[in-house]
């Protein structure tokens, strides 16, 4: 009889195959995008390939070198909980409570990866000041996982529980988070730029963050502080790339 220790480097190769097919034949499970909340107007912003977000609009003509500073003010929760598709949830009785947390946990995040970038392009500021930028975010979606279907992936045969998760994703149980930002100018209060975003919880060969109802939309949010930041320091004609539907992590 085959060890464990024996069977797992081919459960993982088994693993790894399944998920580099999907990468290159299942493109198509990126979330779709949001249709926008008012938050930002979305029928004035586009979908840039310099930038990884579904629809965005940059003002022509700043001078973004003069800006030295960024304030990330609390994220906005009312449009998400204004709608009422939430109130049908499974965690209905826990909702309020869980979109105040994520919002801070996003908060949290954006200005942990401005603080922790490299190039000290940014000095986060806990109120505006002048040189300053504000970044506004408005938290529009938030779809818990689903551990219930995850446990399933996880006890299916080796390789068939990332079908299982596709499964999940085309009938809207996995983890689903969508923003809208604004950029102003602290002194002027001027709009510099906007961006809307919906992204899914990752496939993976095990998933352990769908195991709890928000990991996944905090990875996302992670995700998006990380891209907000590379942002924040491109130069002209840079790139910066989406994240991957994807991953080979199992937390």
Known sequence: MRTLREEWPWVWLVSVVVVCFCVTGCASMKAKPSEGTGFVPMQEMAKREDIPF???WVKAGVDWKKYNSVYIKD???????????????????????????VAEYMKHQFEEAFRSD??????????????????????TELVPSNPVLEALSLAAPYGSGVAV??????????????????????????????????????????????????KEA????????????????????EIVKDSSPFTLKPW
Not at 118 to 139: K, Y
Not at 166 to 188: C, Q
């Open 54 to 56: 579904h629809q965005a």
């Open 75 to 101: 994220v906005d929760t009312q449009y998400l909980l204004q709608a009422n598709w939430w109130q049908r949830n499974m965690r209905q009785d826990k909702m309020e409570a869980d979109v105040r947390a």
């Open 118 to 139: 490299p190039q000290n392009r940014f000095r986060v500021m806990e109120s505006p000041a002048q040189g300053c930028l504000i970044l506004e975010m408005a938290l």
């Open 165 to 214: 998760q596709f499964a999940a994703k085309e009938t809207g149980a996995k983890a689903t988070v969508a923003f809208e930002a604004k950029i102003r100018d602290a002194g002027t209060g001027e709009v510099l730029a906007m961006a809307a975003d919906r992204e899914q919880g990752k496939t993976a060969p095990v998933n352990l963050k769908a195991l709890t109802w928000y």
């Open 218 to 237: 905090e990875g996302i949010i992670d995700d998006w502080a990380d891209q907000f930041v590379q942002i924040a320091n491109k130069r002209p004609g």
